[in-house]
Nanobody, 119 residues
Framework: QVQLVESGGGLVQPGGSLRLSCAAS????????MGWYRRAPGKERELVAV???????NYADSVKGRFTISRDNAKKTVYLQMNSLKPEDTAVYYCNVQSLYGLAPIDSWGQGTQVTVSS
C-alpha cells in the first residue's frame, strides 16, 4: 500500500502563487510517474501536470507557462509551483503516483487539497 500526503493548498488572490507538495511512502519499489490532477465544482477531474522519473513533463494547456511540476526522487516527493493564479484554477487538487511494488503496478491518489483563487 502506498500513502500520499499532500500539503500547500489554501486561499490566494488572483495573480498570487501557491506551492503544492505530495510525499509518497509505503510499499514502493520504484516510482514511474508523479502528477497532479484537479476537479473544479461541477466539472470532471482533469490532468494538470505530470512528470516521469526521467524528468519529462506534460502540462494542461490551461496552465502552461504558469505552473511548474518538479520532483525529488530521493524524497519521493512531487511539487507543483503555481504562479499567476486565476479564479478558474479554483479546484481540489489531487496528487497521483504510478509506482511498482516488485512487478505489480500501483496507481495511488492523495486525499486532495483545496485551492481557492479569489479576491
Amino acid at each position: 500500500q502506498v500513502q500520499l500526503v499532500e500539503s500547500g493548498g489554501g486561499l490566494v488572490q488572483p495573480g498570487g502563487s501557491l506551492r503544492l507538495s505530495c510525499a509518497a511512502s509505503g510499499s514502493i519499489s520504484s516510482i514511474l510517474a508523479m502528477g497532479w490532477y484537479r476537479r473544479a465544482p461541477g466539472k470532471e477531474r482533469e490532468l494538470v501536470a505530470v512528470i516521469t522519473t526521467r524528468g519529462d513533463t506534460n502540462y494542461a494547456d490551461s496552465v502552461k507557462g504558469r505552473f511548474t511540476i518538479s520532483r525529488d526522487n530521493a524524497k519521493k516527493t512531487v511539487y507543483l509551483q503555481m504562479n499567476s493564479l486565476k479564479p478558474e484554477d479554483t479546484a481540489v487538487y489531487y496528487c497521483n503516483v504510478q509506482s511498482l511494488y516488485g512487478l505489480a503496478p500501483i496507481d495511488s491518489w492523495g486525499q486532495g487539497t483545496q485551492v481557492t483563487v479569489s479576491s
